[in-house]
């Protein structure tokens, strides 16, 4: 368990080589404070050299057979299925998360997804005039970047392409385990470089370069926007994924009794993830019976303060500090929002997550993203009203419906979001897309598809 060990040098990967220009930066245990690593970040004369090793890779890559990208695939998948226990638990060390949790969620998809790529290589009928995009930049988010990174990763390796990947500095286990995976695997030199570094030193520069084709992101929206600026005007691919504010509707005829198991999604994930549940919707009939298994659930609920809890509340987020949190209360305190539950301190690493009701519709806590550990609860007097006001908004990643399955498809198929999932939450194993503001660009993650291949159709002329 590389979190077990002394404190780790982390720096960018460049096939057999590593690279870092600047000083050192200490990364923290989101448990306890203590030192886990020094980041050495790259800069852009890193992001040159990749940038060159990925020029002289790209076309004996892009020649190689489906055969021997499918049997690399097969490679990955034989690292992972080995050490996915310990990745699982590596990953939580460094990102605050009960290693359970990131075993089934982060890691086993990343699995499957390598073997279903793999068997679709093999399976793929051939004589296709289907040729790479080329050279793709991936720009990862700070949390569950292990499994985004390998929803882009494994697609655009299956098609040929070769990538530079920006790894987040609050996720820098994501580059050693990803390391130890393509290292393993016997990638060739320059296909894949995983670069570490402040976004605005190295990110815009990897997404706005004349020989990237293609970026794919996910993160923060303030940051695709400037990336969007930068990749647009150059005409490249893009996947754009930015912005949440997704819900969970309550259904009046639903099983209270899984309450606490639907309480305990939404307390795990709140600020860290694209689908976490940030608002709930319950109908006024059965409010107060709501409120009392919400006041219950979080005042039992206890902090987790290490990777084998099984605590649904993890630390505070590192770039969600006390002053966020006091800047968040007072926005709530403008809008004149009442405090159900929570937000009380427990030490230095753990806020109870805060539940608020009587906040307007139209209120910027409602309609913002807000990457917080803030739940807004709204009472309708009708379920259609759950759906109006969830399609009110810029946002249109998730949402999750619980109550009797007919009744509750039926709210979900009128929802404006990319996945509704029904008495469930989080089920898919490979990326999508969201709706409206929160996805711009080929929404399209299929190793075939237009975003990693570009396809040429050919009409030949009788005669």
Excluded at 29 to 55: H, N, Y
Excluded at 210 to 232: D, I, K, M, N, Y
Excluded at 376 to 398: L, Q, R, S
Excluded at 435 to 453: H, M, N, T, V, Y
Aim: proline content about 6%; glycine content about 8%; overall charge neutral.
């Amino acid at each position: 368990m590389l979190a077990t060990m002394d404190t780790l040098k982390i720096s960018s990967w460049m096939g057999r080589t590593s690279a870092s220009s600047g000083a050192s930066i200490p990364f923290h245990s989101p448990f306890d404070g203590r030192t886990l690593a020094e980041i050495l970040p790259s800069d852009a004369m890193d992001v040159v050299k990749a940038l060159g090793l990925a020029k002289q890779a790209r076309e004996a890559w892009s020649s190689t057979s489906r055969e021997d990208r499918a049997a690399l695939l097969d490679r990955m998948a034989a690292v992972v299925e080995t050490n996915a226990e310990s990745f699982a638990k590596d990953i939580a060390e460094f990102e605050g998360w009960p290693s359970h949790f990131v075993r089934a969620d982060f890691v086993d998809p990343v699995l499957r997804l390598l073997r279903k790529t793999s068997a679709g290589l093999r399976a793929s009928p051939p004589g296709e005039d289907r040729r790479p995009t080329g050279l793709l930049t991936v720009i990862l988010p700070g949390y569950a970047s292990f499994r985004v990174l390998g929803e882009r990763l494994i697609p655009a390796l299956a098609a040929g392409n070769v990538l530079l990947v920006k790894i987040s500095m609050r996720s820098p286990g994501t580059l050693l385990l990803w390391k130890k995976i393509l290292e393993e695997a016997a990638l060739p030199e320059g296909v894949t470089s995983l670069l570490i570094g402040k976004g605005f030193e190295i990110g815009e520069l990897m997404a706005r370069h004349p020989s990237v084709h293609g970026v794919t992101f996910a993160g923060r929206p303030e940051t695709a926007q400037v990336l969007l600026q930068s990749a647009t005007t150059m005409g490249k691919k893009l996947q754009i994924s930015a912005g949440a504010k997704n819900s969970l509707l309550i259904h009046p005829e639903a099983d209270f009794s899984r309450l606490p198991e639907i309480l305990k999604t939404v307390f795990l994930t709140l600020g860290r993830l694209p689908w976490a549940l940030s608002r709930i919707y319950v109908s006024e009939s059965r409010a107060e019976e709501f409120f009392a298994v919400l006041g219950k659930f979080t005042a039992e609920t206890k902090p987790l303060t290490s990777v084998g809890d099984e605590s649904a509340w993890p630390p505070l987020s590192p770039r969600f500090d006390r002053s966020a949190w006091q800047s968040l209360k007072s926005l709530v305190d403008r809008d004149h929002g009442k405090v159900i539950a929570g937000g009380e301190d427990a030490g230095p690493f753990h806020i109870r997550p805060l539940f608020v009701r009587d906040l307007t519709n139209c209120s910027t806590l409602q309609l913002d993203e807000l990457a917080a550990p803030l739940v807004i609860v709204t009472t309708v007097k009708y379920p259609h009203e759950m759906v109006k006001w969830t399609n009110t908004g810029d946002f249109g990643v998730c949402a999750s419906v619980f109550g009797p399955p007919e009744k509750a498809r039926k709210l979900a198929e009128k929802l404006q979001v990319a996945e509704a999932w029904v008495n469930g939450w989080w089920t898919t194993d490979e990326a999508f897309a969201g709706l409206k503001r929160s996805f711009f660009g080929i929404p399209d993650f299929d190793w075939k598809g237009s975003f990693f291949s570009d396809v040429k159709k050919m009409t030949i002329e009788p005669g």
